[in-house]
Structures are given as structure tokens and as C-alpha cells.
């Protein structure tokens, strides 16, 4: 295995620490043919810029970007996917820590399941590095798909989380340009591996993710995210209802309207046939319309056979129960809500 990996990192004000430790641990990766990619989205803290300045002295492998203004964290990877050239890439986050054996799995992985992108497990950690959970796959009821799945799942589901992934460059250039519709990076790369190749889910950790208090997504529970917006918006039938028409719009609808927006491209880049291409198409305005019923629903929506159609899989344990109630019947989750 010679082939350059391209790993990708944005960095903005990051706590200097967790910079340096996850830095290194790129680095001392046992797969050493790799080029770490790096865009700083206009650090106010000198201390970033500096300890990135200096990892680029001392290692040829490192191309660094400062930009000129704020573009945010997509924005920041569709940049770093345009000046990767590799036939690999990863994305990284900046505060966590890679097993020394994370490239060398993966792309292996990779190429033995001849697939389009592979992810990982990891283990949740703490800002001093201790382990929260053995597994973030099943602490969050995450997807496991090992090669056997739905055809419409990575388009209705977030799946993997960007810093477990390794993909193609076929993968890379279909993802590119972004269009207004991309807010997730990792959900658009996974949708797109699965019109292709398909995805295989290496089930072992091969990094520790980062929960602290300064995460953007950061992996937080249920009922962490439910504390928060009830300390911010009360916890009233109608703060839940605000909570649940954001949360079925900002993640579900807005995750498949991304994918929606690069279907006919996809699927023209596809070797399938116009029946194969129709039926998708078909299938994806079906989840559409799906969670646009849900999303109006105050009292009950009795479609919930549709919930095992577009968005039950091997892995998601009890998350689907929560689910369920959230898509289908708001009065019964919002007691849940309201004692969580």
C-alpha cells in the first residue's frame, strides 16, 4: 500500500493541547505515506497559528492554509477537498486523539471490501483523555452497515461521523462543488459512497473522540441535548414542539434534502439502469414527503410503518424507539421531554 492518504483538518481557536496531541497522532501513524491538510478558519488565538507554523517546519508532509476570513467548518472541508489529489482521503477533527493503526486499518479495510468508504468505532473521551464509553457506535445507536443494507438509509440517515471515514477519490470529486444544501459533509460523503461502491462499517475503536464543552457537534446524548434546550427555551408543550419541528427539520429533512440535491448527479454517474434511477428517485421524494407529514403532526401520525422502511437498521437499538414517538406521536414524547 504506497498510495498517498490525504487527511484532512480545519482548525479555529482550538485549545492548544488537544491540537498538539491529535497532531501528533496523525503523524505517528504506522501508515507514513500520508499529507496532512490543514485550514485554519482565522484563529484569533496566536498560540494556534503558532503550533501549527511549527508542526509545519518540521514535517514535509504537512500543507498549511490560513484564511483570510471566517468560512465555517463546511465550508472549510469543501476547501480542503479541492486541494486534496489523493486517491484517499479522511477528514479529521482537531481535538482528537488517532490509534496508531487508524490509516493503516482503514485502507486496508478499504480495499479488501472493495467498497467506496469505510468508518470506524471509537471510543468517547473526555477533555483529559478518559474513556466515557467504549464504543461511540453504541452509546449513540449508531448504523452498523457491514456491506448488506438498505439503498435508502444513507439518504435518510446520518450514518458516520466524519473523523471515522476513509473514502475515494471518485467519492471526493462527486461531492464537490458544494451546493447551498450541504451541511454536513460526512453525510454527503456517505451518501454518495453508497450510490457507488457501497460502505463497510469497521466495527473496532481506531481513535478516541473528544467530548468537552467546546464542540461544535461534539456527540452529546439525548437527554444532554434535551437539558440544554430546556435551560434555554423551557420545557412547555410549546418549547417541544419548537424543539421537534428543529430537530426533524435542521437534521432529517435538511440531511435528505442535501442528498436530494445531488441525486440526478449521481445517478448519472452511476452504470444503473432508468428503472434502478427511477425507483431511488421515487424512494427519496417518499422520505421527503415522509418528514414533511411528521414535521406538522401535533398530536399523532400513523404512518409509522414508513419509520422501518427509511430509517431502521441493525444497530440503532433503542434509539428507535425514541424516535418513533418523536416522528409519530409528539404528545407521548414530550412527556419524555419533560422528565428527562
Not at 504506522?30 to 499529507?35: A, F, G, L, S
Not at 457491514?146 to 435518510?156: C, D
Request: glycine letters at 4%; aromatic letters at 14%.
Amino acid at each position: 500500500m504506497d498510495e498517498t492518504v490525504d487527511i484532512l483538518l480545519t482548525t479555529y481557536n482550538t485549545n492548544p493541547e488537544y491540537l498538539k496531541i491529535q497532531i501528533e497522532s496523525i503523524l505517528n501513524q504506522t501508515y507514513k505515506n500520508i499529507k496532512l491538510i490543514i485550514s485554519d478558519d482565522c484563529s484569533t488565538k496566536k498560540k494556534v497559528r503558532e503550533i501549527l507554523e511549527q508542526y509545519a517546519k518540521k514535517d514535509k508532509r504537512i500543507e498549511l492554509y490560513f484564511q483570510e476570513k471566517n468560512i465555517g467548518c463546511t465550508k472549510g472541508f469543501e476547501f480542503l477537498l479541492n486541494k486534496s489529489t489523493s486517491d484517499y482521503i479522511a477528514f479529521s477533527d482537531h481535538d482528537d486523539i488517532w490509534y496508531e493503526n487508524k490509516i493503516e486499518e482503514s485502507l486496508k479495510i478499504l480495499k479488501e471490501k472493495n467498497v467506496s468508504l469505510v468508518y470506524c468505532d471509537a471510543r468517547q473521551i473526555d477533555g483529559q483523555g478518559q474513556v466515557l464509553h467504549e464504543s461511540y457506535l453504541r452509546y449513540k445507536n449508531m448504523p452498523i452497515l457491514n456491506g448488506e443494507y438498505k439503498e435508502i438509509l444513507p439518504f435518510s440517515r446520518h450514518i458516520a461521523i466524519g473523523c471515522s471515514q476513509l473514502f475515494t477519490k471518485e467519492v471526493k470529486e462527486l461531492m464537490l462543488p458544494f451546493s447551498e444544501k450541504t451541511y454536513a459533509h460526512d453525510w454527503h460523503s456517505v451518501y454518495i459512497a453508497s450510490k457507488l461502491k457501497g460502505i463497510y462499517c469497521i466495527d473496532k475503536p481506531l481513535f478516541g473522540y473528544r467530548i468537552h464543552e467546546g464542540n461544535i457537534f461534539g456527540g452529546r446524548s439525548f437527554k444532554q441535548n434535551i437539558k440544554l434546550w430546556k435551560e434555554k427555551n423551557g420545557s412547555n408543550f410549546k418549547s417541544y414542539l419548537k424543539y421537534r419541528y428543529r430537530a426533524i427539520t435542521e437534521i432529517y429533512m435538511a440531511g435528505s434534502l442535501m442528498c436530494k440535491d445531488f441525486s440526478k448527479k449521481m445517478y448519472n454517474h452511476t452504470n444503473k439502469d432508468e428503472k434502478w434511477k427511477n425507483e431511488n428517485l421515487k424512494q427519496e421524494d417518499a422520505v421527503i414527503q415522509y418528514y414533511q407529514k411528521a414535521q406538522n403532526t401535533k398530536v399523532c401520525y400513523f404512518a409509522f410503518h414508513k419509520f422501518f422502511k427509511y430509517l431502521a437498521f441493525k444497530g440503532i437499538g433503542k434509539r428507535k424507539y425514541k424516535e418513533i414517538m418523536m416522528l409519530h406521536f409528539p404528545v407521548l414524547s414530550f412527556l419524555v421531554f419533560k422528565v428527562s
